[in-house]
C-alpha cells in the first residue's frame, strides 16, 4: 500500500518561509517522479513543482519560480518543497503526489498514480 504523509504546513507571514515534506512508504521511490500540487478553496488543484528520480531535472510553475526549491532524498524516500517570499495567494492546501516513471515531469495532476492527504499553508499577517 502506497502512502503519503505530507507535513510542514501552518501559518506564516507574507515573505515568510516553510519547508513542506512529503515521506512516501509502499513504493520503490526512486521509479516514481515525485511532484508538489495546491489547491485554494474555489480553485483547480494546480501543478507547484515536480522532480524527476535523480533529482537532476526539476520544473516549476510560473508563479512560484524563483521562490520555490524542490528536492528529494531517495535513501529516505522524501521529497521536499522550500518556499521563500510567501504571497497571500500562496494560501492553499498543498499535496505531494508519485507519478510511476523516472524521467518525465508531469504537469497535470490527473497523472499521477498517488496522492497524500494535504497540508494546509496559510499565509496571512
Known amino acids: 500500500q502506497v502512502v503519503l504523509v505530507e507535513s510542514g504546513g501552518g501559518l506564516v507571514q507574507p515573505g515568510g518561509s516553510l519547508r513542506l515534506s512529503c515521506a512516501a512508504s509502499?513504493?520503490?521511490?526512486?521509479?516514481?517522479?515525485m511532484g508538489w500540487f495546491r489547491q485554494a478553496p474555489g480553485k483547480e488543484r494546480e501543478f507547484v513543482a515536480g522532480?524527476?528520480?535523480?533529482?537532476?531535472?526539476?520544473d516549476y510553475a510560473v508563479s512560484v519560480r524563483g521562490r520555490a526549491t524542490i528536492s528529494r532524498d531517495n535513501a529516505k524516500n522524501a521529497v521536499y518543497l522550500q518556499m521563500n517570499s510567501l504571497k497571500s495567494e500562496d494560501t492553499a492546501v498543498y499535496y505531494c503526489?508519485?507519478?510511476?516513471?523516472?524521467?518525465?515531469?508531469?504537469?497535470?495532476?490527473?497523472?499521477?498514480?498517488?496522492w497524500g492527504r494535504g497540508t494546509q499553508v496559510t499565509v496571512s499577517s
Open positions: 503526489a508519485a507519478d510511476v516513471g523516472r524521467y518525465v515531469i508531469r504537469l497535470g495532476p490527473q497523472s499521477y498514480q498517488y
Open positions: 522532480i524527476n528520480w535523480s533529482g537532476g531535472s526539476t
Open positions: 509502499g513504493l520503490t521511490f526512486a521509479n516514481y517522479v
